[in-house]
T-cell receptor, first 112, second 111 residues
């Protein structure tokens, strides 16, 4: 079991550019979550999917953020256009009902 | 969502038990208590969860009070690698539940 796989591990981009973060959940897990972590705000839930359907996106900060889950084995989080305040570590996690979450190693995003 | 209260920081000596408390006085009858930890720069790691009975696994023990308003995570023999931020979270465990992380307890294990 390779766990939850996120790519890229690090991303440095210029303000105004589009950024796409990717996540491959654990096979068989039916829920997927995107979190953002900063020193100031801690771990924030952005959006989560159940059976590939977005259930709650109330944590998505602005329309610049969008997330998709086209199938059970892949999800993306896109920021367009990116801003310096989007700099953070973005985590993806997956789970099965009644089980704990498994988190990926995260993507460290720096917007300059 | 139910809220939890944890001390911001604790420390213990290597080899001793680490007892991390958590208050969740507004917990609902269907909500479980989850514990996660985050070692520096890594993703959070699931430790244990329980509803009303005490639970134990290879990582830790979870003691939940009879009224369910508080719990304690016990690391029986802390090692330096247990230095991390520990999060106590309450949430229903169904197919659409979500975990809301608070600020946690920063545990420092001293040599």
């Amino acid at each position: 079991d390779a766990g939850v796989i996120q790519s890229p591990r690090h991303e440095v981009t210029e303000m105004g550019q589009e950024v796409t973060l990717r996540c491959k959940p654990i096979s068989g897990h039916n829920s997927l979550f995107w979190y953002r972590q900063t020193m100031m705000r801690g771990l924030e839930l952005l959006i989560y999917f159940n059976n590939n359907v977005p259930i709650d996106d109330s944590g998505m900060p602005e329309d610049r953020f969008s997330a998709k889950m086209p199938n059970a084995s892949f999800s993306t989080l896109k920021i367009q256009p990116s801003e310096p305040r989007d700099s953070a570590v973005y985590f993806c996690a997956s789970s099965f009902p009644g089980r704990g979450y498994t988190f990926g190693s995260g993507t460290r995003l720096t917007v300059v | 969502d139910a809220k939890t209260t944890q001390p911001p920081s604790m420390d213990c000596a290597e080899g001793r038990a680490a007892n991390l408390p958590c208050n969740h006085s507004t917990i609902s009858g269907n909500e479980y208590v989850y514990w996660y930890r985050q070692i520096h720069s890594q993703g959070p790691q699931y430790i244990i969860h329980g509803l009303k009975n005490n639970e134990t696994n290879e990582m830790a023990s979870l003691i939940i009070t009879e009224d369910r308003k508080s719990s304690t995570l016990i690391l029986p023999h802390a090692t330096l690698r247990d230095t991390a931020v520990y999060y106590c979270i309450v949430s229903p465990t169904d197919s659409s539940y979500k975990l809301i992380f608070g600020s946690g307890t920063r545990l420092l294990v001293r040599p």
